[in-house]
């Protein structure tokens, strides 16, 4: 389940892969979508957003990296 702020496609966005999911929505949403070629023009042209975009969702990877982690870790200590 994702909330206000999240985001998904990440995988696909930084490696150019297929997508490997589908989302649903279960209410209205708003939705932004940003391809990567829009953000390495935003990128060249303000190299400090950029950066500062790619940092987040570096961390916010590694925060779920280490949850589902987390939680195949305790599933293996059933």
Not at 47 to 54: I, N, V, Y
Not at 67 to 72: C, G, H, I, K
């Amino acid at each position: 389940s994702f909330g206000p702020g999240d985001f998904f496609g990440e995988l696909s966005f930084l490696d150019a892969g297929t997508r490997s999911a589908e989302a649903i929505a279960e209410s209205n949403v708003q939705l932004y979508v940003i391809s990567r070629e829009a953000f390495d023009s935003i990128c060249k042209a303000r190299p400090e957003t950029g950066a500062k975009l790619m940092t987040q969702l570096a961390r916010i990877l590694a925060y779920r990296l280490r949850r589902a982690d987390a939680e195949l870790e305790a599933l293996h200590a059933l």
